[in-house]
Every structure is written in structure tokens, then in C-alpha cells.
């Protein structure tokens, strides 16, 4: 798809994963081409130059798109970008996105983050400080569930899988609570009986 169609498609819809996927392969090709060189007597480009230039310009991408009050996918993606180099910034932007957002998307997509950081106690302030079960899609709670058994809280994840008996479609809760109690007992028969 086009640079522009792109760009038209994010500014009326700032949480269009795909599109914003998309351009920011644009980009970052874009930047890493920028700092190739075809000419054989120029120094060798070092590829960790490129990669930064590269999540830069997914940086400003955006931060261009984070601007807008509706926006946040592109919160989550900065959180995503900054967590390594400034970790209280990032998770201040994925709380931003948890709360511009009121059907529990942005948090799910927030707490994925920092699960896939290997941030499991992050990720399950972030979503007890936010989920609100009766409002909130169930893959929320199930997001926390989850990030409370990674972060051997099994007690907690008894806890917050309890908490989805609060939403009011119970057929769409009743997948993700087969597969939940499963993860539970699979915790508690590797932790013990004192678990």
C-alpha cells in the first residue's frame, strides 16, 4: 500500500495496528537505506547504526501519531521502543494508552509488552491498576492471569481469573477460563501443595 493511503488510513484511525505496521516497515527501511552506502570506498556501515536509525524513525512515527488524543496504539508502540532505555517513561506511556482506551484493548496490547519484556510484575500492576472486569474484554483478564503466574503469584491468578465471573457475556469468558485453570494447576503442581 502506499506512503500516503497509509498515512490517511492512521490519521483517521490512529489505532490501525496494521496500517501503522505497514508504514512503519516503510520507514524503517526508508532510514536504514539512508544510512547504506553504495560507494565502495566509503567506511563499512555498522548494522547496529542502521537498526537505531531504523527504530528511530519508528519512534517518530509515533510520536507523530501518539499527538492524537484517540491514539493509543501508537502509546504502546513508544512504550514498546523505550523500554529497554528509559523504563519508567515506557510504562508511564503504556498507562496513558491503558486509559485513553475504554474497552480494555490498549491494556491488553500494554501488558503484552511487558510480558514479552520478561517484565511479568510490571505487566500485572499495570493491569490490577487498570482492568476494570465488567467493562473490559476477557483477554484483559486473561492477560493478567498470566503475567500473575509468571510472576509466581499463583494466589493472584486464583484471584483475577475469579474476577472474569463479573463480565457479562460468560460464553466468550468460558474458552479463555478452560484455558486458565488449566495454566493454574500447571503452576500449582510445579510449585507444590504450599503454593
Do not use: C
Amino acid at each position: 500500500m502506499h506512503e500516503d493511503s497509509l498515512r490517511a488510513m492512521l490519521v483517521d484511525d490512529p489505532n490501525n495496528a496494521e496500517a501503522f505496521g505497514a508504514l512503519a516497515e516503510i520507514v524503517r527501511r526508508r532510514a536504514a537505506e539512508s544510512h547504506s552506502s553504495d560507494d565502495p570506498l566509503a567506511a563499512p556501515v555498522d548494522e547496529q547504526e542502521k537498526e537505531r536509525a531504523a527504530e528511530l524513525a519508528v519512534w517518530s512515527l509515533a510520536e507523530e501519531l501518539a499527538g492524537n488524543p484517540r491514539g493509543w496504539y501508537p502509546l504502546v508502540e513508544l512504550g514498546r521502543l523505550s523500554l529497554h532505555d528509559d523504563p519508567e517513561g515506557a510504562l508511564r506511556r503504556l498507562t496513558t494508552a491503558a486509559e485513553r482506551e475504554p474497552t480494555g484493548r490498549a491494556l491488553v496490547a500494554a501488558i503484552a509488552v511487558l510480558r514479552d519484556a520478561g517484565q511479568p510484575v510490571e505487566a500485572l500492576g499495570l493491569g490490577v491498576g487498570h482492568w476494570r472486569a465488567r467493562e473490559h474484554v476477557p483477554e484483559a483478564g486473561r492477560q493478567i492471569v498470566l503475567a500473575a503466574l509468571e510472576a509466581d503469584r499463583p494466589f493472584d491468578a486464583k484471584h483475577h481469573l475469579g474476577s472474569l465471573d463479573l463480565y457479562p457475556d460468560q460464553g466468550e469468558v468460558a474458552p479463555i477460563r478452560a484455558e486458565l485453570e488449566q495454566a493454574i494447576a500447571r503452576a500449582g503442581a510445579q510449585t507444590g501443595p504450599h503454593a
